[in-house]
């Protein structure tokens, strides 16, 4: 609920807009690889937080503390480097040797899953969850409205 009402929502709120609205292909993603944490630290155990592919994307698998890469980190991390440049150069993140990263589609809606060794296309993240929230949303904005008019 937490990382669909702070994340999710907005971003595939925003990918549908910007398929009827704008002049760009939209690509979303879900960083699943979680970080290796010794047993009993905070977080161990829990997924990927908000933000944790940053150091793939950027090659700093080794700045702010964390465990020397593994080979499928690094191999994680020359993956998004390359997605994320083939995306500044040409709009389009996906390039030979790459897993298809399809375009966002509101009528068959699919994101990028990234994992070490598993990265695939696939259905978006607890879409009914984000389909529950937009009609809450939705309805927060017509009550809104409603009371404005008075």
């Given at each position: 609920?937490?990382?669909d009402s702070a994340f999710g929502w907005n971003?595939?709120?925003w990918a549908r807009l910007q398929t009827k609205t704008?002049?760009?292909?939209v690509f979303l993603y879900y960083f699943d690889e979680k970080a290796e944490l010794p047993?009993?630290?905070e977080g161990a155990?829990?997924?990927a937080r908000h933000a944790s592919e940053l150091p793939y994307?950027?090659?700093?698998l080794t700045e702010h503390g964390r465990h020397a890469p593994t080979p499928k980190h690094e191999a994680l991390s020359e993956m998004m480097r390359t997605y994320w440049t083939s995306f500044a150069k040409t709009g389009d993140p996906n390039g030979t040797g790459l897993p298809k990263w399809p375009a966002y589609?509101?009528?068959a809606p699919q994101m990028l899953h990234i994992e070490a060794g598993s990265t695939k296309a696939g259905p978006l993240v607890n879409?009914?969850?984000?389909k529950i929230l937009d009609a809450y949303f939705a309805s927060r904005r017509a009550n809104e409205g409603a009371s404005v008019a008075h």
């Open positions: 609920m937490i990382r971003a595939w709120v704008g002049k760009s292909k047993p009993g630290s155990g829990s997924g994307v950027f090659r700093q589609d509101d009528a879409e009914n969850g984000l």
